[in-house]
């Protein structure tokens, strides 16, 4: 049992540790906030021991104003939520397969595991060349060996293209948690509603799918979290065209084009204030699962 003495000594331990994050943390949020308010030409001169000229919020309305915002925050929610839905869906079911006992099963999770760890730019590069080329790509070729036309997918298709990529990518991760959390799973109480005669939908419906509240809920959060500056798969795709531009792309772009840092900080101030909000919701809509 903890002692008095020994918390005290415990949070002493921890102080460093604690500094240090809010630190890390800290630091580069007020730092966007100020150059937010401020016009900050680094290519141009401008220099922070010089001073910044402020200009207030004229970097949030001019942000805000421009024709490309809300188009790309609409863009940033259909990607998270395509995306969502794909790896929830695919990794329930993969998970219950890779749960069965077959021939050479370490392997089977081993290779279903392995596109997690390949980099976002790999990833995109090799969808893009080897896959969706509409001249020498794989689904070129197998279109025209049952003799229908290539699809140019990063043009005709190319927002459901970078939803493909990256539910390729995230696919394994929200598997793993899923996986473990159907390992976990009673078997007497399958077995038991199948000596019932419980068929196998109503089995995974009110048996299973309310065991996986609680992995589906970490899934869905911690994929919002990353996939809300989905960026490197745009990049090296489309580099945001054909209506591929999310939030974080346009900050990018507006940063590149007008050389101005605090503008680049109101968009990230944005980012910030849409993602605290589909944090929000997510945690009132899923995340009382966590709770149970």
Request: aromatic share 12%; net charge neutral; glycine share 6%.
């Amino acid at each position: 049992m903890a002692t008095k003495a020994s918390r005290s000594a415990a949070r002493i331990m921890m102080a460093p540790a604690v500094v240090l994050l809010l630190g890390w943390m800290l630091v580069p949020l007020i730092m966007t906030l100020w150059f937010s308010f401020t016009k900050y030409l680094p290519l141009r001169g401008d220099s922070i021991e010089r001073g910044l000229d402020w200009v207030g919020i004229a970097n949030y309305a001019r942000f805000i104003s421009s024709s490309s915002f809300w188009p790309a925050v609409q863009t940033t929610l259909i990607m998270v939520g395509g995306v969502l839905l794909i790896t929830v869906v695919l990794g329930i079911l993969l998970a219950m397969l890779l749960d069965q006992p077959m021939w050479g099963q370490g392997v089977v999770r081993i290779l279903v595991i392995a596109p997690f760890f390949v980099m976002p730019t790999v990833s995109a590069l090799v969808w893009k060349n080897m896959l969706m080329d509409p001249v020498n790509g794989i689904f070129a070729h197998l279109w025209r060996f049952f003799g229908a036309e290539p699809v140019a997918w990063l043009q005709d298709a190319s927002l459901s293209s970078i939803i493909m990529i990256v539910s390729w990518q995230w696919l394994p991760f929200a598997t793993l948690i899923l996986l473990t959390a159907i390992q976990s799973l009673d078997s007497e109480q399958l077995e038991a509603a199948e000596m019932d005669g419980a068929p196998v939908i109503k089995r995974f419906w009110y048996i299973v799918l309310p065991h996986l509240a609680r992995a589906i809920t970490i899934v869905i959060l911690i994929q919002t979290i990353f996939l809300l500056s989905i960026f490197a798969e745009i990049f090296v795709t489309t580099g945001g065209a054909f209506g591929t531009r999310t939030l974080t792309y346009l900050i990018f772009q507006r940063v590149i084009d007008s050389q101005n840092i605090g503008l680049g900080s109101a968009g990230g101030v944005y980012a910030i204030i849409l993602a605290n909000v589909v944090a929000i919701f997510l945690m009132r809509i899923v995340g009382k699962n966590l709770d149970a």
